[in-house]
Each structure stands twice: as C-alpha cells, then as structure tokens.
C-alpha cells in the first residue's frame, strides 16, 4: 500500500483530513467527531442532501488507511475532475455558492445540526451547479447558540458580493486580496454612505464592523432555532436581491455579438471547430479566452467531457454561468486573467495550487487569443508553445490572428513595439519543437488560421 | 457547549452580539410582515394571489 498523501490544503479543522492513495481522494473522520459523524449519516441528513445535490456523496472503505490512532471511518467521496477557488469565480457563482450554503444549513438544522464553518472553500462546481464537498462541516445544533459561522460566511460571501454590488469591485478581485474573508471594517470603510440606508448592508456590514470583538465580556447571548431561521431568510433575500457591478469596464463581453467580423466567420469557425474535434479522442478540455463560452458549449456536448472555459472578463463568466443549462453538460466557467493566473496561495504555498497546477487537459483551445497575448501582453511568440504544453497532455486547437486583421491592428493602434517576427510561418516554427500541425485552414472570408495540433512526445 | 476541538474558526463574540441583535429586529419585522399580509389578505378579494410566502410564515 502506497503512503497515503495528507492534502497541504485539509489541515485546519481537527474533526478529519483529506489524503491522497493511488491518486484517489480519501477524508479521514477522527474518533473526535465520531459523535457528529454518527448523527450526520443516521439523522437522515446525509441522505436528505446526497438526493438533493446538495452534498457530495461519499462511500465508506473499512479501513483505516493512514494507519492514525485517531482513526474512526475512511471515506472515499465522488472524485472531482477539477478544483476551483472563490477568486476564481464570477459574482454569480459565488452567489449561488452562498445560497447553496445556506440551503444546506437549512436541510441540517431541520435535522439538529448545523454548519460550523461556513467557508466557499467547502463549495465546488459540478454539472455546472454548486456542490458541498466538506462532510464534516456539521455538529449537532445547540438552539441556544448563535451560528458559529456568522461572521465568516458574511467575509467570504455577503462582503465580497456587497462590495461589487455597491462598489464594482469584482468579487473574484476581493477574494485574490482576502482569501479567507474581507473583514467587516474594511467593508464598511469602502461602502459607500448610501448603503448606510440599506437595512441588510446597515445590519451585516456596519453594526457588525461597529461591534467590537469580545464585546459580550464572556457571557454567551440567548438565541433560538427561530432567530437562526429569520436570519438565514434575511440572508437569503439579501442574496437574491444583489446585482452584479461588472457591466462596468467588460471588455469582452459583446464579442460575438456586436463586434465580431460578421456572422459568416462565426459560421465557417464553428464547421471547422467541429470538424477538428469529431475524431478527437479527449474527455477534459481547457478553453482558454472563452468569451461567452460559445466554443466551450460545442465541447461540453460530448457526453462525458468536463469543459473549464477561462476568461479574464468576469462579465463574460457571469453571462456564461447563466446561460448554462443542463444540456450544456459539465462546463466549470473560470474568470482567469491568464498573464495573470491564479498564483499558489496558503500556508506554504501548498493550500491553493496554481492554476496550471490544477488545469491539464487531453485538449486546450487557444481561439482568438494569440494576437492579444503577443501584441496586448507582449509576451514573445516563442514562449507560447511552452506555455499550452504544460496545460494539454494531447491536442491544441489554435487560431492564429495576423497583423492585417482589423482586430490586431485595433490592438496595435497605439502601439509602436511588440516582438517580431509576428506572422504565420514564424508562428508555425515556434510551434513545430513542442506539437505537430495536424490541420491547417485558414477560416474563409478572412486572414485568420485555424490549426489543430497534437503534443509532440519527448 | 461547543467542544473544544470544533472552535477551529473564530467566531468572534462581537458577531454572536450582531446577531442577537439582528434576529431581534429581524423578529420585529418578520412579526409585522406577518400582520401585514393577514391585514391585506382579510380585505383582499383575491386571497390566493396575496398570500404570504410559505417561508415567511415559518419565519
């Protein structure tokens, strides 16, 4: 038996731990919260969230295979293809996240317990929905109590989301400066004095950042099952009723619709796109500059392929998050600045990985990205090839803009350096040491080249 | 009483403070919500169209 691989990131609450054995995802239930753990899955709560998707469903190995004294049970949950952070999402998603939340906490107080955490962390999305992956989040519920998790589902969720509300500061911006959480205070501070005549932002954000910690001298406040469930409504109401801020500077988000060079090419792309893929053997695929998922949609038909679809415009995320519906398949849209990306974050820079730590796929789509890269972000053409290597073990669908494109030359305008050579053949040679041209078309109607690639095996 | 190895998050008495008041006002409130609809739903000809939520009645 292999050493199992405790996860750097699953160390905080002493109840259990995720590890690692043949690659597989296993959680750890300490004796601890065997108590808990029993309730949970006699109460009829488990099961309660497993039927409504709610809580990731799980399978219990009888063994202890950490070999711990602390052992209790050995869980094996659903595997996820992929993890995403709340910094990583769009306002919507994390919306969602915190209604999820409170959903579940609904469905376990009905059941005497409650959350006694209340972090995005504990959210992932599958099948396009949100998706409770901590199992022992739960305890039994003392009614007398306040939630434990208040103030921590207000910093990592409510906060985040005023703050674009109000502010059009983008949630996902936040949560990059605050990972665990924008503290009441600094809320309150960056609010503007109007939101002082909202009751939900006067009552979470401002009364909260009034109070000071230790303020009750020790003696627990009285609280009821009752005062527990008007707040998660209030929570609730507030949640629904926010509205995203991020119309404002989105770059991206009319693409396709109002600026693209015309329907045909749109048309003519998307018969080579399908052409390119039909024989293509891939279950995960990465878009990146995803706009509104268009292309992203077209992969996520294949029956049992995840799509991440990535782009920097949160506008075009939130757009792509809504207008993802079942038949849409498993499609995880990432609001991911990719000269920019997602960065290891945490204790030791092991809790949160990388991006290109986290997302490698049989296949990665590149459309309409190279010219913004080269000429927008200035990053020369021969570090490109290295940069799709390390994020596809198998394909490339890559769409090559030249110069003379209306599009590159809006990019280059104003501009008087980008790296040279820039042109097809010198895009072609930097290219042939790390894949292999498969299929080359250039989209008819205009200058612009499409290119299936494979990886080249070292 | 919460046991010792869950107080792995802080919870912060400050918060537990807000939230005895906020569900204090939120009780107000709920209660003349509640009021209100059956005031409304007494004299209203359509009473199913101006029922209260379900939610709000458990509230």
């Known amino acids: 038996m292999p050493e199992p691989h405790h996860h750097p990131s699953s160390y905080r609450d002493p109840s259990g731990f995720v590890f690692l054995v043949n690659g597989i995802y296993h959680r750890q239930v300490n004796a601890g919260y065997a108590d808990n753990y029993d309730h949970l899955m006699q109460s009829g709560l488990y099961d309660t969230l497993v039927t409504g998707r709610l809580l ?135 609010l503007p004095g109007k939101s002082r005549f909202n009751a939900g932002a006067l009552l979470h954000v401002h009364l909260q950042a009034g109070v000071k910690k230790g303020s009750t001298s020790g003696r627990q406040p009285v609280f009821s099952r009752q005062k527990l469930t008007h707040l998660i409504l209030h929570l609730e109401n507030i949640l629904r009723k926010l509205k995203s801020g991020n119309n404002i500077g989105s770059t991206w988000s009319n693409y ?103 997302f490698c796929t049989e296949l990665v789509v590149a459309l309409a990205l190279v010219h913004h890269l080269v000429l927008s972000g200035n990053v020369p053409l021969a570090d490109l090839p290295a940069f799709l290597a390390e994020l596809s073990t198998d394909a490339l669908i890559i769409e090559f803009v030249p110069l003379e494109d209306e599009k590159a030359q809006e990019l280059i305008r104003h501009k008087a350096q980008w790296h040279l050579p820039y042109d097809a053949a010198a895009f072609e040679a930097c290219f042939r040491g790390s894949f292999s041209i498969q299929q080359k078309n250039i989209i008819p109607g205009t200058e612009r080249i499409l290119y299936l690639m494979k990886k080249q095996r070292p | 009483m919460i046991g010792q190895f869950l107080l792995y998050i802080d919870p912060g008495s400050g918060s537990y403070l807000v939230q005895v008041i906020i569900a204090a006002l939120l009780g107000v409130a709920f209660y003349f919500k509640n009021l209100w609809w059956k005031f409304r739903s007494f004299f209203s000809k359509n009473n199913k169209d101006r029922q209260p939520k379900k939610e709000d009645e458990n509230a």
Not at chain 1, 76 to 100: C, K, M, N, V
Not at chain 1, 303 to 316: I, S
Not at chain 1, 322 to 327: D, L, N, R, V
């Open chain 1, 256 to 358: 396709y619709n109002g600026t693209i060079l015309g329907h045909g090419y749109l048309q003519e792309k998307q018969r080579l796109f399908r052409e390119y893929i039909k024989d293509l053997p891939f279950h995960s695929a990465l878009d990146l500059g995803a706009n509104d998922g268009y292309f992203s949609k077209i992969l996520a038909e294949r029956t049992g392929t995840t799509v991440v679809a990535v782009d920097g415009d949160a506008a075009c995320i939130d757009r792509m998050y809504k207008t993802t519906g079942k038949k849409d398949g498993d499609l995880l849209p990432l609001c991911i600045d990719l000269l920019h990306p997602s960065p290891a974050i945490g204790f030791r820079n092991r809790e949160r990985t990388a991006f290109h730590e986290r």
């Open chain 1, 56 to 190: 990731i469903p799980h399978e219990e190995i009888p063994e202890n295979l950490t070999a711990s004294p602390q052992w209790y049970r050995t869980l094996q949950p659903q595997q996820l293809p992929f993890i995403s952070y709340p910094y990583e999402w769009g306002f919507e998603q994390l919306r969602d996240a915190a209604l999820h939340t409170l959903a579940v906490l609904k469905q376990a107080v009905e059941k005497n317990m409650i959350l006694k955490d209340a972090s995005p962390y504990n959210i992932q999305f599958v099948q396009g929905r949100p998706l409770f992956i901590d199992t022992l989040s739960f305890e039994k519920y003392d009614a007398s109590l306040p939630w434990i998790a208040y103030r921590q589902f207000c910093e990592s969720f409510l906060f985040p989301l005023y703050l674009e509300h109000y502010c059009g500061i983008a949630s996902g911006k936040t949560l990059t400066a605050w990972p665990d959480g924008v503290p009441a205070a600094v809320t309150a501070r960056l």
